[in-house]
């Protein structure tokens, strides 16, 4: 078995094998130093000239290029000159497993690399350590806040992505063949989940791909992304559940922060803040007051009742100027801007939120409502009443109240690193302009 560069210290004197990347190799008169990696570090070769039974090595190690990969067989030696632990290996035996061509960009500079022809070459995008650092902070934040759910006692369902009627809101829907007939990929999995809560489950939630047929070209957009969803019963208002994404959010990034703090400022330049409970809470309509009076910024008539984002920018700037909080949550927004399945109250007053972190929004929560008759009256008004009647029926039979949220995860962890768009965020983007690779 391989052993990893972060092992190799338990192995000293030891023979073992050894296999990774060729990262560079240093030829000098009387010795070739070889650096190889893994996904846990690197490591020095050694390989003395003077020694007749190296010759087989030195022949293999001057033609390879950088980045094939080799397996090696040889002995872990300390060496305090080393730089890299301390340690070096000196081959008795090494097979290239892998010949590199040369590559199409430098990967570890990737200033004025095109963001295109890195896309193309993700997997050469990766060797970056900044780029395989993302994917290990995202893991990480979601290992962080499932930890905290299963605590919590929730229990984590798959829901199809496959779905035979086009409901939530009719459009942003993609359509697909299937078989004989159209199906459509789930937007989200809201439905599901209530379905669960009325399936007596009281506590449920859902990490898995989310579908939008949105032809915008923001850096915060995907058509696929990864929902981070849940939903939960016998709730008293929908501030339990602003109350529960607190905590959730805390948990998450206390993980990060302890694994991957250190080296997130250093490669990201952002230090990791945990945030304090409880996050501020405005209402819409003096938020959209506090945005006029201090950055003279007025909502646009088609956007009354809910946000832009313009003015998630300068909410966060409210924030931090306020309340000293990269975080805040909006509530009061207008019901006809909300899907049909958030619950008003006797007044017609949206029981729901949004969150914003650093100025975009990441979050869209609320209680839901159970109630079938109000449930049906409301799918009427949005004139969905006749694609949505699978989904009523699950208020027919008895259901708990419940509320929960959806956190869009890419957008979580671009906001976390400071990355500029999700296309360098995402493992693989999916935009109007991109299925490959
Ligand atoms: P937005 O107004 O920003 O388009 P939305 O109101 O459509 O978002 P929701 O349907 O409430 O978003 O989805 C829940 C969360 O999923 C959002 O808060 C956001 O974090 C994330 N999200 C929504 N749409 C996208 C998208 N196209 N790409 C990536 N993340 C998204």
Same mark, same amino acid.
Do not use: C, P, T, W
């Given at each position: 078995?391989?052993?990893?560069?972060?092992?190799?210290s338990n192995h000293l004197n030891e023979e073992i094998i050894f296999s990774g990347f060729?990262?560079?190799v240093r030829d000098k008169k009387w010795v070739m130093f070889v650096i190889l990696r893994d996904a846990t570090g690197k490591v020095q070769l050694t390989i003395e000239k003077s020694e007749e039974a190296n010759k087989t090595l030195l022949d293999i190690m001057s033609e390879v290029t950088v980045d094939s990969t080799v397996r090696v067989v040889g002995k872990v030696v300390s060496n305090e000159a080393v730089k890299l632990g301390g340690l070096e290996i000196i081959p008795s035996k090494i097979e290239v497993t892998s010949e590199a061509l040369p590559l199409p960009f430098d990967y570890n500079n990737l200033d004025g690399v095109n963001i295109d022809t890195r896309m193309d070459f993700k997997w050469? @995008?990766?060797?970056?350590?900044r780029n395989t650092l993302i994917r290990q902070v995202e893991s990480c934040l979601t290992e962080g806040m499932r930890s905290f759910l299963y605590e919590n006692h929730f229990t984590e369902i798959h829901s199809p992505k496959l779905i035979g009627t086009a409901s939530?809101?009719?459009?942003d829907v993609f359509e697909v063949k299937y078989f004989d007939r159209e199906a459509y990929l789930a937007q989200s999995p809201q439905f599901y989940k209530q379905m669960a809560l009325a399936g007596g489950l009281d506590r449920v939630f859902e990490v898995g791909p989310v579908f939008r047929a949105e032809k915008s070209n923001t850096n915060r957009h995907a058509t696929e992304f990864t929902g981070f969803d849940l939903e939960f019963a016998?709730? @008293?208002?929908?501030?339990? !559940?602003?109350?529960?994404?607190?905590d959730l959010l805390i948990a998450g990034l206390k993980v990060v922060k302890e694994r991957y703090g250190d080296e997130i400022l250093e490669i990201f330049g952002k230090e990791v803040i945990i945030p304090t409970k409880p996050f501020p809470r405005i209402k819409l309509k003096d938020l959209y007051q506090q945005l006029h009076d201090r950055y003279q910024f007025e909502i646009p008539k088609e956007d009354i009742g809910d946000m832009n984002a313009e003015a998630e920018k300068l909410t966060y700037k409210f924030a931090m100027e306020e309340y000293n909080s990269?975080?805040?949550?909006? !509530?009061?927004?207008a019901a006809t801007k909300r899907p049909f399945y958030h619950m008003r109250d006797s007044e017609g007053k949206l029981q729901g939120y949004d969150l914003i972190w650093r100025g975009t929004e990441i979050t869209s929560g609320?209680?839901?409502?159970?109630?079938?008759?109000?449930?049906?009256?409301?799918?009427n008004e949005k004139g969905l009443g006749k694609d949505v009647e699978f989904y009523l029926q699950f208020f027919q039979y008895g259901c708990p109240p419940h509320?929960?949220?959806?956190?869009?995860l890419d957008r979580l962890t671009m906001l976390l690193l400071g990355l500029p768009s999700l296309k360098e965020t995402q493992f693989l983007f999916r935009g109007p302009n991109r299925l490959t690779p």
């Open positions: 078995m391989k052993i990893n560069v972060n092992e190799l060729v990262d560079a050469l @995008d990766m060797r970056n350590r939530e809101s009719g459009s016998y709730i @008293d208002s929908y501030e339990d !559940v602003m109350d529960l994404e607190e990269e975080f805040i949550f909006i !509530v009061d927004y609320a209680q839901r409502e159970h109630r079938y008759e109000e449930l049906v009256k409301n799918a509320g929960g949220f959806g956190i869009g």
